[in-house]
Every structure is written in C-alpha cells, then in structure tokens.
C-alpha cells in the first residue's frame, strides 16, 4: 500500500486531503501541530497516523520522511491575512524554512512532493487573468501583508532549486480561494456563511468590488491528488482555481440569500483596517495549463458548493461556535 506523508492535515484543505486519500486506500501519516477537526474525528480517523510535529524541527521531519513514505503533500503554512498581521516572523520561518526541511529530507529518501502554493505569489499584478509564469507584483516589505506572497513564492524556488539540483520530483499547486466545509471563519466565503448562520450580516469590506474565483475544496482536493500521481506534472506549477469571476458583494449577496439572512453590511477597510490592510481588485487563474496536461477542471459551481457549505455549517454547531476573524461594524452588524 501506498505510503504518504500530510504536513498540514489537521487544517482546512489538508483535512479533505486526508480523507481523500484514505478513501482512494492509501496509509496516510500527518505531521501537523494542531489537531483534526471535531467532525473528523468523530466520523473516526483510526485509519491515519497523526504525529504532533513542527515542520521548523528538521530532524522530525527527516525521521518521518526516513519510514518510507512515497510522497509527501506539503500543505502546513501560516495561512490567514489575520494571521500575517500578528505573526511576520512565522510566516517566513514556518513556510520558508519549514518547506525547506520538507524538501531536503523528501530530496534525501527520494520521496515525490506536492507543494501547496497560492495565487498570492502574483500579489497585485494587474493583468489577470494570470498564467502560471506572469510576473510578481507586490507592495513594500514594510507591508506585513506582502510576506506571505514571497515565503510561498520562496518555497516555490526551492522546490525548483530542488528538482535541479538535486533530481527532486516535485510539483506545485497554487490554489485560487479555496472554500469548504471546516475552514476557520476567517475568509470571505467562511465568515460570512458563518456569521449568516449566526444571525449577522455578511460584511461586505470597501463596496464589495474587488472579484475572486471561489473553488469548492472538493475541486482543490481533486486537483493535488492528480498534481501529486501524474508523472507529467513532475517538474511543474499548475493554478488551481474556478473559471467564474465573482465580486465580493455579489458572494456576499447570495449567502444572504441562502440563509435567509437576506442582507449584507458594508465596511470601508480604511477607516477600521488602516494603511496595513491592502486588497487586490481582480484574482482571476488562466487554467489552461492544469487543464491541457492533467485535465482537471473546478466542476462545483458557486451555488452549489454553497449549498454543501451550509448544510455541513449547520450540521456542525462546534464551528459556528467559533469565533470569527476580521473586522466588523461597531455594533457587529446586528443592526444593518
Ligand atoms: N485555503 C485557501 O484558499 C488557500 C489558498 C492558497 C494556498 N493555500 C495553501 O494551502 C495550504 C493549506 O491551507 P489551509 O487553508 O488548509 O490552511 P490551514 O491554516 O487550515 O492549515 C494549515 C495547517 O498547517 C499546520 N501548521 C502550521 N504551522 C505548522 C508547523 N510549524 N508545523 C506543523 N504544522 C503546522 C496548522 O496547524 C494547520 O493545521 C497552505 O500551504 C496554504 O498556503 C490555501
């Protein structure tokens, strides 16, 4: 049986990876420093191995690598703009140096790797829709925000680094706004189903203008898998997002819709954000690339997977629980 390592498979995507793969019978080992989500647990991971780990520690990594996993999913990251704001020093530490304990262990066993990217590495090109050798585009390093777009970019480089010169067979994923079941109620999409089902609002943040290409997780999942199986993404980067540009207002306008809640709240990023917080107008993929060399594309329209969202949303009251991440009107929005 297959043997593969998840860092990351106590989050959001590395989650679904996990069940993904146990489902198509591989024995799944996790290295990650959080636990599984509630939900998760309870539908029973007796089938995978969590070790509680720290992608920074080398020699823990090396030793997972050394039992003989074929490939490893390199998803563990500090992921979240919130995130960014409070933890510069993680965010370079854990996805930079972090990556490069996965990939020099990976390089010494000769294990496959898939490297979680994302869309942030273009950071504000403005000529979408963009293919996966665009340019970068990015603020001032004194922008906390920026940072995460380089660590992930510089994982990239040392993957390249590594397939060079060292014969690393290796392949990268940059995810476009990925959305889902279990993700923290931090993210356009997450937060606002979760404050609808709490009886608050969607915030809509500067008019809603701004447009992303939302993708379901399962799509994402479908994605990695093949990126990580396929002898012909050795070597190769590949966006991984949904074809359909939406504005912000407008995903924001139909989880009011799917709720009930029926409206949204406006809030301008200037006033409660400050000069820090800096958005991009327009993310969009070319996925030509993904689709003419592994035939994926995202499947699950906006609505639908919506839909899923919100059924598992409601089914899984620990969630809603949770509190949000971002910023909201004085009063919450109750009011609007
Ligand atoms: N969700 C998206 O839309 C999106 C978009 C682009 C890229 N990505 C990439 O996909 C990957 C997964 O993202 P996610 O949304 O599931 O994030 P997530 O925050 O839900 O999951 C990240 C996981 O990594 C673990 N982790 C963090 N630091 C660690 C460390 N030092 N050692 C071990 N484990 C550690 C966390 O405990 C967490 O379980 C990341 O690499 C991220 O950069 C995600």
Redesign the pocket.
């Known amino acids: 049986m297959a043997r593969v390592l998840v860092?990351?498979g106590?989050?959001?995507?590395?989650s679904h990876l996990v069940d993904e793969l146990v489902r198509r019978g591989k024995e799944v080992t996790v290295?990650?420093?959080?636990t599984p989500p509630a939900d998760q647990r309870a539908a029973g991971t007796a089938d995978v191995r969590y070790v509680d780990?720290?992608?920074?520690d080398p020699e823990a990594v090396a030793r997972l690598l050394r039992e003989g996993h074929d490939t490893v999913y390199h998803?563990?990251?500090?992921?979240?703009v919130d995130r960014y704001l409070d933890r510069p020093l993680d965010v370079i530490d854990?996805n930079v140096l972090?990556t490069r304990n996965v990939l020099e262990a990976a390089s010494r066993t000769g294990a496959r790797v898939l490297l979680?990217?994302?869309?942030?590495v273009f950071g504000k090109n403005p000529a979408v829709p963009w293919r996966e050798d665009d340019d970068r585009v990015l603020g001032g390093t004194a922008v906390d925000r920026w940072s995460y777009s380089s660590s992930?970019a510089i994982g990239e480089h040392l993957a390249f680094g590594y397939a060079r010169e060292r014969d690393l067979r290796m392949s990268i994923v940059?995810?476009?706004?990925?959305?889902g079941p279990r993700?923290?109620p931090a993210?356009v999409v997450s937060r606002s189903v979760h404050r609808a089902l709490n009886g608050l609002p969607p915030v809509v943040y500067d008019r809603g203008g701004q447009t992303r290409c939302f993708t379901y997780v399962a799509d994402a999942v479908a994605a990695t898998v093949t990126a990580a199986s396929d002898d012909r993404a050795l070597g190769e980067c590949f966006n991984v997002g949904s074809g359909t540009e939406t504005t912000v207002s407008e995903v924001g306008a139909l989880i009011a819709e799917l709720t009930g809640i029926g409206t949204t709240v406006p809030l301008e990023t200037d006033e409660h954000l400050g000069a820090r917080y800096q958005d991009l107008l327009r993310r969009v993929p070319d996925t030509t690339k993904i689709g003419q060399v592994l035939g994926w594309k995202a499947e699950t329209g906006l609505r639908e997977g919506l839909e899923r969202t919100l059924d598992w949303a409601r089914a899984n009251p620990w969630w809603l629980a949770q509190p949000e991440s971002g910023a909201a009107p004085r009063d919450g929005g109750a009011a609007a």
Do not use: M, P
């Open positions: 860092t990351g106590c989050g959001f995507l590395g290295l990650d420093g959080g780990g720290d992608i920074r998803l563990a990251a500090v992921v979240g854990i972090g979680a990217s994302t869309s942030e992930k940059r995810y476009f706004n990925v959305y993700q923290r993210f």
